[in-house]
């Protein structure tokens, strides 16, 4: 648990308001106004639209979408836990129904610190039951904190209850996400289909055009620091 703080808080302290917050703490003691004028050029830069949009295409280049028919069959259809979980779920589903496998697996993805820390795999699970899935073709790893976790218990379900001769999966994650998601089942040796979903559909020309990107806001900033923390992911993964 503490390893999972602390995976969670570092990226807070690189990310755009934290290193504001530090470069002031810092002026405080040293008096310095180039400290201030850096924090406020950091928060201002980051709070722009087009710096934020500029993050986000670059996270999701050059992963593309991938049609359903472009896919193969597999041993599993793998569905992570985390962002936009309704598109996994949605695209899960319709991997299933398309017959790309007849075994649909959840990640048991869990926040601690979350005010629902219900298992969120379990609540994928419960969904697809719902829509009629047969229960004998739905899985769910153990609780997991991260994607290293993610992949280390499908590697696991793999190897006690699934009877599979192949180890070729379609893996089911956002666009932004599914770089460092891809490398890390690959090193569990999975041979991966990418089936990206949530993507942003940013097309710089038209956030220039947009007088709205030029103004600094809170949701900019947002988006900028989730953009960075998924970069501190890809350079502690190594999945670039």
């Known amino acids: 648990m503490a390893i999972y703080f602390i ?11 934290g290193i504001t917050i530090i470069l002031l703490i810092v002026c ?11 924090a406020l050029i950091i928060l201002t830069i980051s709070s722009i639209g087009i710096f934020a949009e500029f993050l986000w295409i ?11 028919n ?15 979980q309704s598109k996994r779920l949605d695209a899960g589903i319709e991997l299933y129904n398309s017959k790309k496998s007849d075994k649909l697996i959840f990640t048991g993805g869990i926040n601690p610190y979350s005010y629902d820390p219900r298992d969120r795999g379990k609540v994928l699970m419960d969904r697809s039951l719902e829509l009629a ?3 004998s073709n739905l899985y769910k790893t153990s ?11 499908t590697k696991k379900l793999f190897q006690k209850k699934l009877n599979l001769n192949s180890e070729e999966i379609i893996l ?6 599914m770089k460092r998601a891809k490398k890390v089942f690959q090193r569990e040796g999975f041979y991966v289909q990418p089936y990206p979903v949530d993507f942003k559909n940013y097309k710089f020309r038209n956030v220039i055009r947009n007088p709205m990107s030029w103004i600094p806001s809170a949701d900019n900033l947002s988006k900028s620091s989730q953009a960075l923390r998924e970069f501190i992911g890809r350079v502690v993964y190594r999945a670039w």
Do not use: C, M, Q, W
């Not at 995976?7 to 308001?17: C, H, M, V």
């Not at 472009?70 to 936009?84: C, E, F, M, P």
């Open 133 to 135: 899935i047969p229960s």
């Open 70 to 84: 472009d896919v193969r069959t597999a041993g599993a259809i793998v569905v992570l836990s985390g962002h936009n």
């Open 143 to 153: 609780e997991v904190l991260n994607t290293y976790e993610e992949a280390k218990a």
């Open 7 to 17: 995976s969670k808080f570092l990226p807070l302290i690189f990310s755009p308001l």
């Open 58 to 68: 670059l996270l999701e280049y050059p992963i593309k979408r991938v049609g359903i």
């Open 28 to 38: 405080l003691f040293k008096k310095n106004r180039k400290l201030v004028f850096s």
């Open 172 to 177: 089911v994650t956002s666009a932004f996400h």
